[in-house]
């Protein structure tokens, strides 16, 4: 007979092989953080969702049709210096909320399908993603906790309040390389390992466009225009320069300097994201299909994951960069949607944007035609280069382009690199890999 829990009350563990399911009346996934004493993943490795569905001593199984996956977990086999392993229910629709269905509940059961512990999960309101509970380590032996938490700032600022980085690296690279060097603020900030996103919402944006002028908008109290850098000069190999005589036509890989030709240095650009959905034939015609992309940038310092605007935050939370809103068809010609990037606003500390389109019922890039982003001259918006996607992929996301950090200037890098997520909470830990200059 399993035991009822109420928020806050825990109980023993007396197996070792677990399973923690889920009963809710919406749609929803379920993951697992395994974090240390300090509330935080030692790695990537250690968040387990649906792309990455085993981690030590934990495995995500698919559930029967229609029910959500289960974690089978392991608890000899979890490291040692794991303290905790949260189970985490995020809802497929983030602009839902639990508020809007019954409660749902956990459950915790031996390997033989026998119940332990049950929670009904209370109180929730206009949370789309919460902790259901947590199995933890307590003189030696495990227990079990319903903690009931929610997050009101999603998916992706629950992953990254709990550490959830992106670092491909090489070690050995790692140990070579020399310590960043301390960077000066104008004014006080956290650390970017220790900033989440969006784990509140972001300050109230100044209006789109300001009285008596457009995007961007007047620079704040104490603001100083930093001093013209000098055109580069040295050139990275295969790197291009923009031309007066027309856009730019990318390849893949390929980068192109932002600085116009008479070595002026670009302030504020645009990231235009198109597609189209492949149109399908059956007995009755053609039809298109339904589906539901979406672009975001993600801000990196470094390796880290400071920030993101998507359909979610509109807004960067330095008001650097704004996202000019959610299509949700892709049909009709242009761009489906439009990132703004003032790239005089953004900190100092943050060396990388990358450009992101994500599926958001899971179709993949196989089923979309006619994929470009392409670089627009803020001031006049002039196109200034193109990056066109030649064929689909079986994945539900792609990395589009990036915008680095090369000493005072900044390129942009055509990337065209599919891997499987659905919004941008689930594509951030698979960035990493597109990083490196």
Same mark, same amino acid.
């Given at each position: 007979m399993s035991a009822t829990l109420a928020k806050g009350q825990n109980g023993p563990l007396a197996t070792n092989d677990v399973v923690v399911s889920i009963q809710l009346a919406a749609?929803?996934?379920?993951?697992?953080?395994?974090?240390?004493?300090?509330?935080?993943?030692? %790695?990537?490795? #250690?968040?387990?969702?649906? !792309?990455?569905?085993?981690?030590?001593?934990?495995?995500?199984?698919?559930?029967?049709?229609?029910?959500?996956?289960?974690?089978? &977990? !392991?608890?000899?086999a979890v490291p040692a210096d794991i303290a905790q392993v949260r189970a985490v229910i995020t809802l497929d629709d983030p602009n839902t909320n639990f508020g809007q269905f019954a409660p749902p509940v956990?459950?915790?059961?031996?390997?033989?399908?026998?119940?332990?512990?049950?929670?009904?999960?209370?109180g929730l309101a206009t949370e789309s993603i919460v902790i259901a509970l947590e199995l933890y380590r307590r003189q030696?032996?495990?227990?079990?906790?319903? &903690?009931?938490?929610?997050?009101?700032?999603?998916?992706?600022?629950?992953?990254?309040?709990?550490?959830?980085?992106? #670092? #491909? %690296?090489?070690?050995?690279?790692?140990?070579?390389?020399?310590?960043?060097?301390?960077v000066?603020?104008?004014?006080?900030?956290?650390?970017?390992?220790?900033?989440?996103?969006?784990?509140?919402q972001p300050p109230p944006a100044p209006p789109y466009p300001p009285q008596g002028g457009g995007y961007p908008p007047p620079p704040g109290p104490g603001y100083q225009q930093p001093p013209a850098q000098p055109a580069p000069t040295q050139q990275h190999p295969g790197e291009i320069s923009l031309s007066k005589t027309g856009p730019v036509s990318l390849q893949k890989g390929q980068r192109v300097s932002l600085r116009?030709? #008479?070595?002026?240095?670009?302030?504020?650009?645009?990231?235009?994201?198109?597609?189209d959905p492949v149109q399908q034939r059956g007995m009755f015609g053609s039809r298109t299909v339904d589906i539901d992309l979406d672009a975001s940038v993600v801000m990196f310092a470094d390796m880290n994951p400071v920030d993101v605007a998507y359909y979610g935050q509109l807004t960067s939370k330095d008001g650097s960069i704004r996202h000019q809103g959610d299509n949700l068809t892709g049909e009709g010609a242009g761009d489906d949607e439009v990132i703004l990037v003032d790239l005089t606003r953004l900190p100092a500390h943050v060396n990388n944007l990358v450009f992101v389109v994500t599926s958001y019922k899971g179709?993949?890039?196989?089923?979309?035609? !006619?994929?470009?982003?392409?670089?627009i001259d803020g001031a006049n918006n002039?196109?200034?280069?193109?990056?066109?996607?030649?064929?689909?992929?079986p994945t539900t996301a792609m990395a589009m382009a990036k915008l680095f950090r090369v000493?005072?200037?900044?390129?942009?890098?055509?990337?065209?690199?599919?891997?499987?997520?659905?919004?941008?909470?689930?594509?951030?830990?698979?960035?990493?890999?597109?990083?490196? &200059?």
């Open positions: 749609p929803a996934d379920l993951s697992a953080l395994l974090v240390t004493e300090q509330g935080k993943v030692r %790695s990537d490795a #250690d968040f387990v969702f649906y !792309n990455q569905p085993s981690g030590p001593g934990v495995d995500l199984r698919p559930g029967p049709a229609g029910q959500p996956a289960s974690l089978a &977990v !392991n608890l000899g956990a459950y915790v059961s031996d390997s033989s399908g026998a119940q332990l512990f049950e929670y009904r999960i209370d030696g032996a495990w227990k079990v906790r319903a &903690v009931g938490q929610g997050d009101a700032g999603g998916f992706a600022a629950l992953v990254t309040d709990h550490g959830v980085t992106v #670092d #491909d %690296s090489p070690a050995e690279t790692q140990a070579a390389a020399p310590p960043p060097q301390p000066q603020q104008a004014a006080p900030m956290p650390p970017p390992a220790q900033q989440a996103y969006p784990a509140q116009k030709e #008479d070595g002026a240095a670009l302030t504020f650009v645009k990231m235009g994201l198109g597609w179709h993949t890039f196989g089923q979309v035609q !006619n994929a470009f982003c392409r670089l002039a196109e200034l280069a193109r990056y066109s996607l030649t064929g689909g992929t000493g005072p200037d900044w390129k942009m890098q055509a990337i065209g690199e599919g891997f499987n997520a659905k919004h941008p909470g689930e594509a951030i830990p698979q960035l990493g890999r597109f990083l490196a &200059v």
